[in-house]
């Protein structure tokens, strides 16, 4: 990652708070970058700030705490974004939550919450990406291997991802003439709380072998890479970053 550098570019990480998304901001810091950490969760969105800056010194952070399915809310988070740093050039689409329902015990309001989140969200940052992101912009989403493979008990998410694959295209294709890069990354089993509260896993109803779990700073590289100059003739793509593990699928 030494040809990856972001001095003086300004990225927006949702669900930046833990797991992939605190991995990834840490990265873009590491590599100069200035950084919205964009999160519910006010209180951990906080630590993730003091935890940048305490292995990062002169990090240039922005918390905001933004509910990503609601519009007026990621308005506001890119526009505080631009009032500190006059500009965005990245975006990471990382925000997402499962529901862990047999099909047949899914409701409406599980769909469309995890519909909201996982998909929608993506759709509201790309949105005002395209309105004000400058040529040379770069938009990484991050879906998951579920979106061409899944498991029981968890169609909404499944389903969520897989449309954020497409609409991860629809991007590359509208964002071409813009100049605005969009591609999509598929992580397997990550060590993440997602993963270990997953009632599947607890169950034994889905089997991890330890080698398949990836760290978040493994997905962390990838997406940077995606985001950097490093990838400039990247553009719709589909990147597995899974360990092998859907071969166990």
Not at 192 to 212: C, F, Q, S, Y
Request: glycine content about 8%; charged content about 20%; some cysteine.
């Amino acid at each position: 990652m030494n040809d990856v550098n972001f001095e003086g570019r300004v990225a927006i990480v949702t669900g930046a708070a833990s797991g992939i998304g605190l991995a990834t901001a840490k990265r873009f810091s590491k590599f100069g970058a200035s950084v919205t950490l964009v999160d519910l969760n006010a209180e951990a969105v906080t630590a993730a700030k003091s935890e940048i800056e305490r292995i990062s010194p002169g990090a240039n952070i922005l918390i905001s705490v933004c509910d990503v399915s609601k519009e007026a809310q990621v308005h506001a988070s890119v526009q505080a974004t631009l009032d500190r740093f006059s500009h965005f050039d990245i975006l990471v689409n990382n925000a997402g939550m499962m529901v862990f329902k047999p099909l047949e015990e899914h409701t409406l309001e599980d769909w469309n919450r995890v519909l909201s989140i996982d998909l929608l969200g993506a759709f509201l940052f790309i949105k005002q990406a395209f309105q004000v992101m400058p040529k040379g912009g770069a938009i990484v989403n991050v879906s998951s291997i579920h979106a061409v493979e899944t498991t029981a008990l968890v169609a909404a998410y499944a389903a969520a991802k897989a449309a954020l694959v497409s609409l991860t295209h629809s991007a590359a294709i509208e964002g071409k003439p813009k100049g605005i890069r969009a591609n999509c990354i598929l992580p397997g089993a990550v060590d993440t709380p997602m993963l270990w509260n997953n009632p599947n896993i607890k169950d034994g109803l889905e089997v991890i072998h330890r080698a398949d779990v990836g760290k978040p700073e493994q997905i962390a590289d990838v997406i940077a890479f995606l985001a950097s100059n490093a990838a400039s003739f990247v553009q719709g793509a589909t990147v597995s970053a899974d360990g092998g593990r859907l071969s166990h699928l």
